[in-house]
């Protein structure tokens, strides 16, 4: 189970920083600043990767034993900015203590 962890952790991390910039940098310069470009270029990288974090985060449920309810908030923790990142440590916390008392 820690490589499924490791995966969600990275994963979890770079969704998070993907989406900060887009909605903090990229919005702003294409609707203030007139420039799509940078919004156009960030929003499907972003896509792909909330796919893959959606992929590791039911591995990493179904490795943990989590509720289908459990599941569906972590995977929506990809889409709030900054909350992946507190998701992801509570998250892995809670693995780590479960793994541990196994």
């Not at 490589?3 to 990275?10: D, M, P, T, V």
């Not at 920083?17 to 600043?33: D, K, N």
Request: proline share 4%; no cysteine; glycine share 6%.
């Amino acid at each position: 189970m820690t490589a499924a962890l490791q995966r969600y952790r990275i994963l979890a991390n770079v969704v998070g920083v993907v989406l900060v910039v887009f909605l903090l940098v990229a919005v702003p310069l294409r609707y203030l600043g007139g420039e799509p470009r940078m919004s156009e270029t960030i929003s499907p990288i972003h896509g792909f990767l909330y796919v893959l974090y959606l992929g590791v985060t039911v591995d990493l449920a179904r490795r943990a034993g989590w509720s289908v309810l459990r599941t569906l908030l972590v995977a929506l923790a990809g889409t709030v900015p900054f909350v992946s990142f507190v998701v992801e440590r509570r998250m892995t916390r809670d693995v780590l203590a479960s793994t541990a008392a196994r």
